[in-house]
């Protein structure tokens, strides 16, 4: 790849979040002010201190780490002393739809269609039978990587599950799409978060404990998804991909011992089994007997989702 990256030349030096949940008393502008006005206050700043150009990103589930990607190369490349990335979502009270159902254009009905759930139902079945995994491993595999962010979860104030839940009620749950039941489904929610960017040379203006930013990749693929009569549901080649680019520009070769924690996107529980491998912290078709020796709890050797994921 043709990537270099920005390593340690900008840094976070303020964030703010919402609690995540159903926030009927509040609009889309309440929630936004809330994340931004407690990043300001964290970075010791004013909404004077920041540049007031505004770039709004949509990249589905990708948006809020593209808005932080678009913020850091703006300071990086020296245009802006700061930049301040927001992201914020409104959706419990609006139909769920978003941008993905609002964009779609009207059709007579006769049309495939393919919901998430399904596809990613897919994933499980053609890993199990790939690695040879049983269908009742398989089952707990996925129910554990469950059961894993909902204990997370209820450790985070801010998350909208606060609640640890079984892995019996996780197993007896209502099916959704395949094998996929309720609990291997992420929840949907109101929220925001912000982040407050500055040069690395700039960070001890504004705290002591800067987090300076060592990668960034993006990849793209050729949207051929499961059209593509080689694709076998048991990777995703453009994470692969990113985390490989990602590496390259941190200088991490060994992302299993290097990598302190992860939070990855686990809108179903296959996700998040397919993504420890595309991310080097597994081994191909090993992935699921570490999620079941606790490799990635809270206190396994390499937790990941640590605030109880979506």
Not at 139 to 151: D, F, G, M
Not at 274 to 298: C, H, N, P, Q, S
């Amino acid at each position: 790849m043709s990537s270099h990256g920005i390593k340690d030349r900008v840094a976070i030096v303020g964030m703010g979040c919402t609690k995540f949940g159903e926030h009927w008393d509040k609009g889309v502008d309440d929630l936004l002010l809330d994340s931004t006005s407690a990043a300001l206050a964290s970075a010791g700043v004013t909404k004077q201190d920041i540049n007031k150009p505004v770039t709004r990103v949509e990249n589905f589930c990708a948006t809020g780490s593209e808005a932080l990607r678009n913020a850091a190369y703006a300071v990086a490349s020296g245009a802006y002393d700061s930049a301040l990335a927001v992201g914020v979502e409104k959706v419990k009270d609006s139909g769920y739809q978003g941008l993905i159902g609002a964009g779609k254009s009207p059709t007579d009905g006769t049309n495939r269609t393919l919901t998430a759930a399904a596809m990613f139902a897919m994933c499980a079945p053609a890993y199990g039978s790939k690695y040879g995994v049983s269908e009742d491993q398989m089952r707990e595999v996925l129910a554990r990587i469950s059961w894993k962010n909902h204990y997370n979860g209820a450790r985070n104030e801010r998350a909208q599950f606060r609640k640890e839940v079984t892995m019996e009620t996780i197993c007896g749950a209502p099916l959704m799409a395949g094998g996929l039941r309720v609990f291997d489904c992420s929840g949907v929610a109101d929220g925001s978060a912000a982040a407050i960017l500055v040069r690395a040379e700039d960070a001890h203006r504004y705290t002591d404990k800067p987090l300076y930013i060592k990668a960034l990749s993006f990849v793209a693929g050729n949207a051929s998804g499961n059209a593509d009569p080689d694709y076998d549901y048991t990777f995703f080649p453009e994470i692969n991909a990113a985390g490989a680019d990602a590496y390259a520009q941190a200088g991490v070769t060994d992302p299993r011992t290097q990598i302190a924690m992860a939070e990855v996107h686990d809108c179903f529980t296959p996700a998040e089994l397919l993504i420890y491998e595309d991310l080097g912290f597994a081994e191909r078709g090993t992935a699921w007997k570490e999620v079941l020796a606790g490799t990635f709890d809270l206190a396994g050797d390499l937790p990941v989702n640590p605030d109880g994921g979506l």
